[in-house]
């Protein structure tokens, strides 16, 4: 479903990532691991159009997305979400989720400015939307909440739901597990697989080494920029390699 070829980044004389290829296969979660630095968070920038590659091209569903305005890429079936919750503050849960819907509603500015009647409509449907996403990730009951009085961990689920809003065929999560206790990594392991089985393709950065292995059916490592290794939770906690780079290669 998606495939990186080459990718490397330089910025200035330093080199962020090197020459990393490998693929994600649809309907699958696939993690992207490594120590601190190891450019993961790079990656997904530029796969997701923040950063302009160096080189390397990025093929989404068979075309190249390399140089996509970062703006057309939800309409093409592809979201992420961020390390740090990016929300609109002043606005409700429910109008945070509504304005995920975006890339699909048809009225314009003149529609919605005097009310047409099918503006209203089409404004109708979308907060009912709004709010079956909200109860898939569980907090309905906070619709009319302002989004900045949400506690942390409500505030990953609300991005999630604003981010499935645009009905992705993939979704990318930096962190996702970041600043939750232990509980809400167990609800935020289960909402992946929820995610999963409605056919999206997930991809997450994570440093969470114990939900890693727990959802994702591959897992890929990179280390100081490079693609150490790819394979199955198993084979990439049996390899040694991957040892090395987190726990040092003193024998």
Sequence with gaps: MLELKGITQIFGGVTALDDVSFSIHANQVTGVIGPNGAGKTTLFNIVTGIYQQTSGQVIFEGKDISGIPVERLAAKGMVRTFQNIELFGQMTVLENVMVGLHSRSKSGLFACSFKAPWAIKEERRIREEAHEWLRFVGIEQLAEVQAANLPFGKGRMLEIARAMACRPRMILMDEPAAGLNSQETVGLA????????????????????ELVMDICDRIVVLNLGRKLAEGTPREIQDNHEVIAAYLGDDE
């Excluded at 929820?194 to 994570?206: A, M, N, S």
């Design 190 to 209: 289960e909402l992946i697989r929820k995610i999963r089985d409605l056919g999206v393709t997930v991809v997450l950065v994570e440093h969470d080494m």
